[in-house]
């Protein structure tokens, strides 16, 4: 009998454009992109497939459609979980009907049943399907733990073939490890241990992340498997970053990382946002995180005059929307961290004899009482290049608040301006003929200063790296424009 092993995508369910469908195409475009970078199975309609925002009309058809383009390549896990124990039989006897290898029954949700519900949904499931079953343990979707001692009971069912853990708890993994090991395969379901549980005996994973570097997971799970621990552990250190990431934000930021390595898989459906629960700020650093893989490519474009729809953010220096939309300007915005030491920066970029020159010039000379202009250095007296500008947004007022704007926001985006010089090749070429304008949010309850340090790096690092490569296009913002939230909407 079928028993999962390897590398499976929880694959991401595109959608069409104007979101009521699944785009068939873009599902099989998917499904061979992850065949091809080598891994051992594809599971349809999970959590990162978003099957419970799905009618039961697109359930199958995503179904059908992963089982007649993996035509028998690879096995195919058919998510077939529901809140109901006649839904998820219907879901598991539509799996087997439509040609899938094997079915995934998370285990139910909302209503919380006891214990011997949990036991009797799948206890009934199994008895009526001759079908492979894998448990599927994920508490912090469900509200309810799937213990240990229950997973004992049901391997002893013949169908009961695995458990998918994404619960994220290694001591979980270890003690059904332990009790059936020689019963069920255990699939690792959280991108954050995948090695600590290979390690630790499991047979594999079923990764919201392998959609989008399958082959690396793939790498790590051959690795482990030739017992060369040290080279996986590279492995997984490199990626981990982008695995706490997914794990955090799941389909938001599995969808938002296929759309930056290139392969269009719409949007996620409300109420799930990009700038919900894939932060602004995670989404840079998803973005980051690719390019130093090489999965995704910086955008290389020149500092020349583009239209730029911007408020008046720049008053303070005397730029006007209209000056920035008919002279040489490129700007970029970005927010770092939470709470009182959140970070928000608004930036220009321009050449010294043109308007952001004039502008740093009037800043300098005739500053804004409560909005004095500071030029970022790195240590006494050496300043960063391009020289860059920074102007606080809130209006000081009182000591502890100018020594955080001068202080750990200065020096974190001075370091930031300094990073990405030693990065990025257009700017290095034109530093010493550039200067940087940026308007600098530091939140007057702000206290902790490393954090407002790190928040003010982050927050100008990908501002810079934005306004350089020109994002967002118009394209990225019609993709998200019914489904981003503004950063501090809705926010206590």
Not at 297 to 324: C, D, G, S, Y
Not at 473 to 482: G, H, L
């Amino acid at each position: 009998m079928f028993k999962p092993k390897g590398i499976m995508p929880a694959l991401v369910t595109p959608f069409t454009k104007n979101g009521d469908g699944v785009d068939e195409t873009q599902l099989r475009t998917l499904v061979n992109y992850c065949i091809e970078k080598g891994v051992e199975g594809v599971v349809p309609c999970g959590t990162t497939g978003e099957f419970v925002n799905m009618t039961l009309e697109e359930k199958k058809q995503a179904i059908e459609v992963v089982v007649d383009e993996v035509n028998g390549r690879v096995p195919v896990v058919a998510g077939a979980g529901a809140s109901g124990t006649d839904q998820a039989l219907n879901m598991v006897k539509f799996a087997k009907n439509a040609g899938a290898d094997a079915a995934l029954v998370v285990t139910p949700y909302y209503l919380k049943s006891a214990s011997r519900g949990i036991y009797e949904h799948y206890f009934t499931i199994a008895s009526k399907v001759d079908i492979p079953i894998i448990l599927y343990n994920i508490p912090q979707c469900t509200g309810l733990p799937l213990p240990w001692q229950m997973v004992e009971d049901l391997a002893q069912l013949p169908n009961i073939v695995g458990l998918k853990d994404s619960s994220g708890q290694l001591s979980f993994i270890l003690a059904v490890l332990e009790k059936v090991r020689d019963k069920i395969n255990v699939m690792c379901g959280h991108d954050e241990v995948v090695l600590p549980a290979l390690a630790a005996g499991a047979s594999g994973a079923i990764l919201a992340s392998a959609n989008f570097i399958p082959e690396i997971w793939v790498e790590i799970y051959r690795e482990t498997k030739k017992n060369n621990l040290e080279r996986a552990r590279e492995l997984q250190y490199g990626v981990q970053k982008i695995a706490r990431i997914t794990a955090q934000s799941g389909a938001v930021a599995s969808k938002e990382a296929l759309s930056i390595i290139g392969i269009d898989v719409g949007i996620v459906r409300l109420p799930l946002s990009l700038g919900g629960e894939l932060t602004y700020e995670a989404s840079e650093e998803l973005r980051l995180e690719l390019e130093k893989l090489g999965k995704a490519k910086p955008r290389q474009i020149k500092l020349e005059t583009e239209e730029v729809p911007l408020e008046e953010r720049f008053k303070a220096v005397h730029i006007t929307p209209q000056t920035i939309r008919e002279l040489s300007l490129r700007v970029g915005e970005a927010l770092a961290g939470k709470d009182a030491e959140v970070a928000h920066i608004d930036l220009m970029i321009g050449n010294k004899d043109g308007p952001v020159g004039v502008a740093y010039a009037r800043a300098k000379a005739n500053p804004t009482p409560g909005h004095e202009a500071l030029v970022a250095i790195l240590e006494p007296n050496i300043m960063v290049k391009p020289i860059t500008l920074m102007v606080p947004t809130v209006t000081i007022r009182n000591m502890r608040q100018a020594s955080m704007v001068y202080g750990p926001a200065q020096a974190g985006i001075a370091k930031a301006v300094a990073d990405t010089l030693a990065e990025n090749n257009l700017l290095k070429q034109t530093a010493e003929e550039m200067i940087v304008i940026a308007n600098v949010f530091v939140h007057p309850s702000a206290v902790d200063r490393q954090r407002v340090y790190i928040n003010n790096y982050k927050a100008m690092h990908h501002a810079l790296l934005r306004a350089l490569e020109g994002r967002p296009s118009p394209s990225e913002v019609i993709r998200n424009k019914d489904r981003s939230r503004h950063p501090f909407k809705y926010t206590p």
